[in-house]
């Protein structure tokens, strides 16, 4: 019987976040440099921003009366947040350091699964139900935040 040799081809996306998971950042800061076998697994050479080159935020939280809370934030991580009462799952897509802008998802706990919210990267409404009524919970990231704020 033969060998039959084959070429598979593995998202970079996929391999990013496995990286990004192992060491504990977002994937959207994961560079990788080089990939190799050694003793019978893959061995990712990558980089990441140490604590300094990682984008902070302020988070803009309305409520359906109209009330505004800011939090500020690092995102070197997925991040679980209590909004509003509802739980929410933030996490980096991209960063342009030169335009300093930060793309996240979201996601919302729905019954017993995260459910992506729509919205535009930067902006994005949470429903809500209250007293049986639904409503929404706008939020919004400001990327512009010093580290001394």
Not at 27 to 41: T, W
Not at 79 to 85: E, W
Not at 117 to 146: F, H, K, M, T, Y
Request: aromatic share 4%; with cysteine; glycine share 8%.
């Amino acid at each position: 019987m033969g060998t039959i040799r084959k070429s598979v081809r593995i998202p970079m996306g996929d391999l990013r976040q496995q990286v990004a998971d192992s060491v504990g950042v977002a994937a959207s800061l994961v560079d990788i440099h080089d990939i190799r076998i050694e003793d019978g697994a893959l061995a990712v050479d990558a980089s990441y921003p140490d604590g300094e080159d990682i984008p902070a935020v302020e988070l803009f939280v309305t409520d359906p009366n109209g009330n505004t809370e800011s939090y500020a934030m690092e995102l070197d991580g997925a991040k679980n947040l209590l909004i509003a009462g509802e739980d929410v799952l933030i996490e980096l897509v991209d960063h342009d350091p030169e335009r300093n802008e930060v793309f996240v998802s979201v996601k919302h706990r729905q019954g017993d699964e995260m459910v992506t919210v729509l919205g535009c990267g930067e902006q994005w409404v949470i429903p809500v139900e209250r007293d049986g009524e639904e409503q929404a919970v706008n939020c919004r990231i400001q990327s512009a935040v010093s580290r001394d704020d």
